[in-house]
């Protein structure tokens, strides 16, 4: 079935770093989806791609749709401690379910002073 | 708008009780979704539902029941509680792929705690 992988699983970094992380699918997609999920909450959308080479930003976040179609990177620059979370990528997925997208496993992202 | 709600935040089980997790979502999303999400580990679909009165079954059923009586609610029954069942819950709402999820994606609630001892 389709599944996503992400990579990093995890990773620590210094504040003030820049931070790439991404994630990759066995099929085409023609949407990638970026999530945060901050230490007691639940995801939320940053940035959503459509096209093959998009380039998307939000604020300190840029998101890429990788050319392939089944890649997508997103890079934060300037890390600041907010930045702490779990990045989760997700694609529309074949009906295997009924829902509309499959998630990525997640990068866990830690931001040290 | 305040999105999905999900109640409560937190809750301490014993083996064998039951309990019923609230979901409700005010933006008149048709898709409906229950997830869990263990430590370190990322998200397992348990129940979904595309509209009223239709449910069925995710990656991670058992031990669970969901009904979908009203557009707004999507509850989770746990029956006979076990600490397998120790996770963070999170209900999520969409439309379809083709009404708007694209752009939108989901929707996630604040997620339940729950802990079974």
């Known amino acids: 079935g389709q599944q996503l992988n992400q990579s990093p699983q995890s990773m620590f970094i210094q504040e003030g770093e820049d931070v790439s992380m991404n994630c990759t699918s066995s099929?085409?997609?023609?949407?990638w989806l970026w999530y945060k999920q901050e230490p007691g909450e639940g995801p939320v959308l940053l940035i959503a791609l459509y096209k093959a080479g998009e380039l998307t930003s939000n604020g300190r976040l840029t998101a890429q749709f990788g050319i392939t179609r089944k890649d997508s990177f997103l890079n934060i620059s300037a890390s600041i401690p907010s930045d702490v979370g779990i990045y989760f990528c997700?694609?529309?997925?074949?009906?295997?379910?009924?829902?509309?997208?499959?998630f990525g496993p997640g990068t866990r992202l830690s931001v040290l002073p | 708008n305040a999105g999905v709600t999900q109640t409560p935040k937190f809750r301490i089980l014993k083996i064998g009780q039951s309990m019923t997790l609230q979901c409700t979502q005010d933006m008149n999303h048709n898709y409906m979704y229950w997830y869990r999400q263990d430590p370190g580990m990322g998200l397992k679909l348990i129940y979904y539902s595309v509209g009223a009165g239709i449910t069925d079954k995710g990656e991670v059923p058992n031990g669970y029941n969901v009904s979908r009586s009203t557009t707004e609610d999507f509850p989770l029954r746990l029956e006979l509680a076990a600490p397998s069942q120790t996770s963070v819950y999170f209900c999520?709402?969409?439309?379809?792929?083709?009404?708007?999820?694209?752009?939108?994606?989901?929707?996630f609630g604040s997620g339940t705690r729950l802990t079974v001892v």
């Open positions: 099929s085409i997609f023609n949407t």
């Open positions: 999520a709402s969409s439309y379809s792929l083709m009404r708007g999820a694209r752009r939108n994606g989901y929707t």
């Open positions: 997700a694609g529309p997925r074949r009906r295997v379910y009924g829902q509309n997208f499959v």
